[in-house]
């Protein structure tokens, strides 16, 4: 299967290392429930250049990953499926992204890099897409049948067309594929 994985929120977690940042520079403790909406800027009050400032600082650290993502992403490279890696990482970011992912010994078999609530717009045929992004999720929902949002407080939906299906961990991930496998067969 073609099987399409956003970086930052489902593989990385990004959120950590930001909020270490904000400590540095704002002197306020952040934690993962405080970021009620994508927006950063609006989360913390800051200006959008202030804000793509810390994103981009962010990204250059060595981001942790989320628990089981490096193990299941194996699992899946070698029982030979298609990794597709999606992110909104400035392209100048190609280098750093691609670093990084190699330290993190993650597989893959294409990195795709778009702008913000456009990686849906990527030319690519996937089977199945995990995303922590509802923009992103709902644009992917036009030529994915299989969408799994990866739930953070700032993806909270009612999700009223059942477009996507919120998993919580890399277990419940890998369980939706299994499931996904076995329709295919």
């Known amino acids: 299967?073609?099987?399409?994985?956003?970086?930052?929120?489902?593989?990385?977690?990004?959120?950590?290392?930001?909020?270490?940042?904000?400590?540095?520079?704002?002197?306020?403790?952040?934690?993962?429930?405080?970021?009620?909406?994508?927006?950063?800027?609006?989360?913390l009050g800051i200006s959008k250049e202030e804000r793509n400032k810390l994103v981009r600082e962010t990204l250059q650290k060595n981001l942790a990953l989320n628990v089981g993502a490096r193990e299941s992403l194996n699992k899946l490279h070698l029982a030979g499926h298609r990794v597709v890696l999606l992110t909104a990482r400035s392209p100048d970011l190609g280098e750093v992204t691609a670093d990084w992912l190699k330290r993190k010994r993650i597989p893959y078999s294409k990195l795709i890099q778009l702008d913000e609530g456009k990686k849906h717009l990527a030319k690519v045929s996937l089977d199945l897409v995990v995303e922590d992004n509802l923009e992103n999720a709902i644009g992917w929902s036009e030529k994915v049948r299989n969408i799994l949002i990866y739930d953070h407080p700032w993806n909270q939906s009612l999700n009223v067309r059942g477009l996507f299906k919120r998993v919580h961990n890399w277990n419940e991930i890998m369980k939706e594929i299994e499931l996904l496998e076995r329709s295919f067969s």
């Open 1 to 43: 299967m073609n099987l399409g994985f956003d970086i930052d929120g489902v593989i990385s977690d990004f959120v950590g290392t930001f909020a270490k940042l904000v400590k540095k520079y704002y002197r306020v403790t952040m934690t993962e429930a405080d970021v009620h909406c994508f927006d950063l800027g609006l989360v």
